[in-house]
């Protein structure tokens, strides 16, 4: 039996993403614990961590907020909790230099376009105003910039000809979720 893998799981959503996660451990597909959820805002996510008694934390960014004071405050809240993966399952907060040098190389996230397409905050709205037939989803290594570290897995989705932001997110969500538990599954501890 592997060991488990200590995941902190990051969210500012429904965390559906987060759900998947939760589900594959429970029917033991999935070797890891979620040791922590932590949002930028009280979100669903929280709600359904806290059902499952798992630990939470809430660190909202406030406008005019000190964002290296944050950041490090993040950093802390992650730290407590020594995880071997930190995941950003729709948390759609930047994280800052600190948190990346602490967590760096074990820090993932997931995105709902096929980087380096796409990137941002309006992913799926901007695929469909590009007028794609093929989009997707990305899961990969956090670095500085905005969506563009190391791609460890991808999986495409086809845009149909009637879906509109909604319905097209949700067909990549049905895919973003097996993508992250497929990369967690293959997490190795030691790179
Ligand atoms: C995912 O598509 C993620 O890539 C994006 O937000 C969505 C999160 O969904 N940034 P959920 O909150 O896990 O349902």
New binding site residues.
Partial sequence: MPESLKCVVL?????????ALLDTIDTGGLAATVVAVGADRQ???ITRATSKGIPTFVLPLRKGQDRELWDRDLATAVAQFEPDLVIS????KLVGTHFLTQFGGKFI????ALLPSFPG?H??RDALEAGVKVTG?TVFAVDEGIDTGPIIAQEAVDVLPHDDEATL?ER??IV??RLLVEVVKNWRKDG
Avoid: D
């Fill in positions: 969210i500012s959503g429904t965390g559906t993403l987060l759900q979100a669903e996510g399952a729709g948390f759609m996230n997931t995105h709902p905050a992913a799926v989803c997110h990549i969500k973003e979720r």
